[in-house]
């Protein structure tokens, strides 16, 4: 059967797999499929973005160049800034999330402080 051209989107995804799971020996292919998606910049969403800034980070922690000169300093630019939204994003979800886990527990807490009252069931004699 015929094979399909990958998608950047599946190009971004395995870029960012790889770095997570640190896997140096596919640094060649991580680079080419980078310069891959710089060739479509366009076609490229904050998600993908994202995924190639945690590539470029890797990259960086291992002491080589990351994506500079693959990317051009604005796209490098747009990357860091999709990761820096994400990061906010998921920062505010937390808090929301924290907050209402307060709420809950004050709530627990003074239901907790309640005596618990069960009415009782009256069963006819027979």
């Known amino acids: 059967c015929c094979r399909t051209k ?59 160049a990351g994506l500079a000169g693959l990317l051009s300093e604005q796209q490098l630019e747009e990357c860091r800034s999709a990761w820096l939204d994400l990061l906010e994003q998921r920062t505010q979800s937390s808090r929301l999330q924290v907050g209402r886990a307060e709420e809950l527990a004050g709530l627990c807490s003074a239901a907790c402080e309640q005596p618990l009252r069960v009415p009782l069931l009256h069963v006819a004699a027979r």
């Open 6 to 64: 990958p998608s950047t989107q599946a190009w971004c995804n395995i870029c960012w797999a790889a770095a997570v799971l640190d896997l140096t020996e596919l640094v060649p292919q991580l680079l080419i499929m980078a310069a891959q998606c710089a060739g479509v910049w366009g076609q490229l969403g904050p998600e993908d973005q994202v995924q190639l800034f945690q590539l470029h980070m890797w990259l960086t922690d291992s002491g080589k």
